[in-house]
């Protein structure tokens, strides 16, 4: 469930008080509201404020155990708030066995690598007005879960980056549905390393990544509803079997899409 708090801030005038709500942890995203017209800043980075005073902001898995939330109403008055970060223990997987080549890229492959990423990172520098965030999410895929956020693999006994998402294991095939409505911002089909990729964007910097497909069927440019078919599952890319890859960023900051689907159906 969401964690919702109401945090007084200190402000330099007349006291207000500022709903937070979500959660205060890291891989997190908080939704609060403020005076439209505001100004928002997390840290010295600025936060999208909405035409009604809607702001978004999220922590990554490495965020520090405080975080400074900067609110500067129109009339000028300035609200700070330090905010406590819950710090989290994340498992540690051993993948062996892979092909080396996955594991460490040949140069040329590494040069396909680094422009595949250009283009992710091209679609997530900025932030929409879009608010279909708000909606509760659905779980994109349906299977066993088989590697979870902040994770930190180690294949062929070589430290790797982080795990930046959930996977749900799925038989080869299986669909892959949008598990909110969005605007798809990337589709490709072959990168080096996520293979069949799809990004849809959200809203506010929120957006979905899902990797590894075997089919895509979303397109550019096109709003996808809740549960409509995006691809299905596959292995492509760097990938030691079946599964989707589902990642959620705000901006280039990597969530916890756990945060955002019922517990419950975690363990199926």
């Known amino acids: 469930m969401l964690l919702a708090v ?3 801030l200190m402000p330099l005038h007349a006291a207000s008080a500022v709903e937070l709500t979500g959660h205060l ?14 100004k928002v800043l997390l840290g010295d980075r600025a936060v999208l404020v909405g035409k009604d005073g809607l702001f978004v902001f999220g922590f990554g898995r490495d965020q520090a155990p ?22 989290r223990k994340f498992d540690i997987q051993r993948i062996d066995n892979m092909e080396q ?38 779980w994109p895929a349906q299977g066993p879960i088989s590697g979870v956020y902040g994770s930190q693999r180690i294949l062929n006994g070589e430290p790797r980056a982080p795990h930046y998402g959930l996977d749900i294991a799925a038989p080869e095939g299986s669909p892959v549905i949008a598990p909110a409505p969005g605007t798809v911002r990337l589709v490709a089909s072959d990168f080096f390393l996520t293979g069949g ?22 397109e550019v440019g096109t709003h996808v509803q809740q549960g409509e078919l995006i691809g299905h ?29 019922p517990p419950q159906q975690a363990q199926n």
Do not use: C, Y
């Open 6 to 8: 109401v945090l007084m």
């Open 25 to 38: 942890a890291q891989g997190g995203l908080v939704t609060g509201r403020t005076q439209p017209g505001a």
């Open 66 to 87: 405080t975080a400074q939330l900067t609110i500067v109403q129109p009339d000028g008055a300035t609200e700070q708030q330090t905010l406590t970060v819950e710090q």
């Open 101 to 138: 080549s996955k594991v460490t890229p040949a140069p040329a492959d590494v040069a396909r690598i680094k422009s595949d990423q250009e283009k992710i990172n091209a679609v997530r520098g900025d932030a929409t007005p879009a608010e279909d965030f708000l909606v509760p999410f659905i």
């Open 197 to 218: 990729t799809v990004i849809i964007d959200h809203g506010f910097g929120v957006q979905s990544v899902f990797i590894h497909m075997i089919a895509v069927k979303a």
């Open 233 to 261: 599952v596959g292995q492509t890319g760097r990938a030691t079997g079946p599964h989707l890859h589902w990642g959620m960023n705000w901006l280039d900051v990597r969530l916890d899409p756990a945060f955002w689907v």
